[in-house]
Each structure stands twice: as C-alpha cells, then as structure tokens.
C-alpha cells in the first residue's frame, strides 16, 4: 500500500521543506537504494527509499520518476506531508504538487499486426483471431502512417476488430495498410507472493495535487489512498493487471480525480488534447480483482475501464461513468457488476452517466457473470442521473433501484438488450422519473415493479398517462 510518509532511507538526509523543484528517480531495475536518488544515473531502487526523500512540507514540483520493475517486498506509505495551500497548482511557475511519473516509454505486448481497414473509431486486422477482450485496457499504438505515434486505450475488441475509447483524430489507414502494436506502460510495480500495498494519505493544506501516472501495476500490489480531504489525488494512465480483489482503493476521500490524459512533468500542462497520449486514467484489467470507492465527497471519473466498480457512501460527486468508461465482467463473475450504494450527486444538472462526443459508448457488459442482482444496482438512499448508458447481457436485470432515486435524462439513450430480467426493476422503495424513451429491455421485458413481470413498455410510459406504482414495493415509475 501507499502511504504518504515514509522513514528516511539509510544516510538519506531530508529537508523539511521544498525550496525549488525537487526530482527522485527510483529504477527497480538499475537502481540502489545507497544512491542518492537525486539523479537519473544514481536512482534508488524501491519506492520506500524515493517517497523517503520528499521533505514534510511541499512548496514546490516534486517529482517522483520511476522506471524498471519495482518489486515491492513490504508495504510502501507516502504519508504525513502537507501540499502547502497557498500555492497555486494552475501555475507552471509556482505548482505545489507530487507528480508520481513513470515516464512515456512502452512495452510492447503484443504486435505487429497490419491493418486490413480502420476508421476513427476502430482499426481492423481481419487476418486475427484474438480472443474477444484479451487486450481490454492496454494500449492500441499506431506505428506507421500519417498517425504514427497515436496511442488509445483499448474499450473492447473482439476476434479482429478494436474499439479505442477515444477515436483516433483521423482514419489511421486512409493512406494505406498502417502497422499498430499492443503496449503498456514500460514502467512495472510489482510484488509476487504476499500483498503489498502502496498506502496514500496525504494531509493538511488545500489545493496540491498530488498524481500518480503512466505505469503499470500487477501481482499481488495494492493501490490504496485514504483521507486526501483537502487535497486533489489524481490518477492518470494507470493500467492495473493485480490479482487482488480491489486492487485499486479509495477511501474517505475529498477529492479524488481520473483524468484521461497525465501531466506533462516538466511543464505541468495536463495533457488532455495532445494526439499521442489518449489513454484512460485506470484500467482494472485482472478478472480477480476490482476498484473501490468508499466515503468520499468529489469524485470525476473522466475514462475507466474494470471488471468491477464499487461506489459506497459518498457525496457531491459529478461524474461517475463517462469518456468511453466500460465495465466488462469477468467471467464467472457474480452481478452486480456496478454497485452504487449511499451515493448522493451534489448536482443533478448534470449527469453521473454520460457518454461523451468523440469516444465509445459507455457501457456496461455482463456477459459471462451469473447472479440473481442487477448488473447496475443503485441502492442504498443514493440519488442520481443517467442520460447515458448502455447495459448488456446481465444474467437478471439490467438496472435495479433499491431503497434509492434515479432520474433518467435523454432516455433514448439508455440502451441495452440481452439482460435476462427487466430492463428497469424498481425494487423496494425505487423511485425512477424518466424523461424520453429508453430501449434498455430484458425478456421480462422493458419495466417491472415486481422482477417477474413487464408493469409498463417504455414506449407507453413515453406516451403520458401510464406512471407506474407498487403499494406493496413502495416504488414508482413516472415520465417527467
């Protein structure tokens, strides 16, 4: 686990406060933990030494480049250190931050492969005959052609065809068959055997960020960050392929940000438009494993990919499934895939699910689990919009709320077929008001207010006049 301190490492001296810029290079490969650690040619070798270096007080960039394979033999904590308030993170000049970086250069995974057709929302190698979703959330690099250098996260696939979450800027073959290859972040945190966890918990003043970004993260490592109340953690271009269920962590948080492009390092500009570098801010990729989010009062999650999410107790969150999100069960995998309990958006002018002009449709994909629960449960007094989904395949309904309130905003965008149950299930004390015309339906059929049988087609509710109750649920479903 991270946590946000760490004893000094042998004959490391530390100031108690930045003075200017401070970089600390940690090399799992190359380095040494007698270094230094002040310069690319003399890194330490294990985080704990690197966070160790960083002063208790953070005026200033501090940044943290990482490379090789760290292997993690004890729980790693960045802990205790206060972002100094009073600067602004906005300015290049006078940036309180820790930026945990672990550099642009990739691994490739698999490739090459030549295309056979492409688009801006797809690339086509026909000659393949890749297992669906093998690749789900590693990076499609394009290597040739007018768009060489381009990188997108991967939303899905099946035998020869990828989906990036963000579309290319251009069709990456109009000019002819272009070479693209599979890659990851080169930059590997790893431990084999017994968990270990990179433990996060900042504290004290204000507006610092403190980001973690461009590497990847896999065996038995956790990810774990706790109590960032009053400062911004954000994630950016992380892949994790961990066998630990919830491998990614996040706990009574303020403020905790997944940004779809990392900050450049040496200028701190957030790289949000740059062509090459398009990747979402986590990827949970390992079958095993999950992402939890629990007790938190901001939360944006622009681009994330997993096999589960967890949303428990939190408050004034804005976007929760956006920028070409998609969760795809893993196989075996027991519903809900998405399970949203006491959370409350601070603004329903906007919508926690939303898909996003030009990326991939945020969806929801059961295929492959079992259970008797919805593959989207909103429970628990939470109170939220969705304008935009699409939910498939679910071994039972496609969206139960339970003992909760969901407004459904642009409904002709709330789709899915394949769910074996209703579309909508308003459970006990389910409150849903719907504007539009959904197409997300089951073989129950599109609503029920029972779990067994259709109460309303969305059509009908459209049409005015048809709002549905259940005195024995409690529950309601009414077009608005």
């Known amino acids: 686990m991270f946590h946000l301190y760490s004893p000094a490492s042998p004959g490391a001296s530390k100031a108690s406060v930045t003075t200017g810029r401070l970089d600390i290079y940690v090399d799992g490969t190359s380095g040494n933990d007698s270094n230094n650690g002040l310069t690319a040619a003399t890194p330490k070798a294990t985080l704990q030494a690197g966070f160790s270096l960083i002063p208790p007080i953070v005026r200033d960039q501090v940044v943290v480049h990482l490379a ?21 993170v906005s300015s290049t000049t006078d940036a309180a931050a820790i930026y945990v970086d672990g550099g642009s250069d990739l691994t490739t995974v698999a490739g090459p492969f030549t295309s056979t057709s492409a688009s801006k929302t797809s690339i086509v190698d026909n000659t393949q005959t890749w297992t669906p979703d093998q690749y789900f959330g590693y990076w499609v690099r394009i290597t040739s052609g007018a768009l060489s250098g381009q990188v997108r996260s991967i939303q899905k696939h099946d035998a020869t065809t990828i989906t990036p979450v963000k579309n290319f800027t251009a069709d990456p073959d109009s000019g002819g068959a272009v070479t693209f290859d599979i890659v990851r972040p080169a930059t ?26 461009r590497f990847f993260i896999d065996g038995t490592a956790i990810f ?67 992402i939890r989010f629990v007790n938190g009062t901001t939360y944006s999650g622009s681009g994330i990919l997993a096999r589960r ?9 804005t976007t929760l499934f956006t920028h070409g999100s998609r969760v795809k069960a893993a196989t075996g995998a027991t519903t809900p895939i998405v399970e949203i309990r006491d959370v409350v958006s601070g603004n329903l002018g906007s919508s926690n699910f939303a898909n996003t002009s030009g990326y991939a449709v945020a969806t929801i994909d059961c ?19 969705c304008d935009n989904i699409t939910i498939n395949d679910s071994p039972s309904h496609a969206i139960r709320v339970d003992e909760a309130r969901l407004y ?73």
Not at 188 to 212: D, M, N, Q
Not at 239 to 258: A, E
Not at 432 to 450: I, Y
Request: net charge negative; charged share 10%.
């Open 68 to 88: 090789g394979t760290i292997t993690m033999t004890q729980d790693v904590y960045l802990q205790s250190i206060i972002v100094h308030e009073g600067d602004d």
């Open 367 to 385: 295929s492959g689990c079992s259970g008797t629960n919805a593959g989207l449960l909103i429970a628990n007094n939470s109170t939220l919009r």
């Open 188 to 213: 590997k945190i790893t431990a084999s055997s017994t968990t270990r966890t990179i433990r996060i918990y900042p504290v004290g003043g204000g507006v610092g960020r403190v980001l973690f970004q």
């Open 224 to 290: 774990d960050v706790r109590n960032p109340a009053s400062s911004q953690f954000q994630m950016a271009a992380v892949i994790g392929d961990g066998t630990v269920n919830g491998q990614f962590g996040f706990f009574n948080f303020g403020g905790i940000f997944f940004q779809n492009g990392h900050v450049d390092p040496d200028t701190y500009a957030q790289d949000l438009t740059s062509a090459t570098s398009r990747a979402v801010a986590v990827a949970q990729i390992n079958n095993s494993s999950s």
């Open 408 to 480: 459904i905003q642009n409904g002709a965008s709330v789709v899915g077929t394949g769910n074996t149950g209703a579309g909508l299930y308003a459970y006990a004390n389910g409150m849903v008001d719907v504007t539009g015309t959904p197409t997300l339906t089951g073989t129950v059929g599109d609503v029920s207010l029972d779990g067994t049988t259709q109460a309303v087609t969305w059509a009908n509710l459209a049409a005015g006049g048809n709002d549905q109750a259940s005195a024995t649920e409690f529950s309601f479903v009414r077009k608005v």
């Open 309 to 317: 999410i967890e949303f428990y107790s939190f408050r004034g969150t």
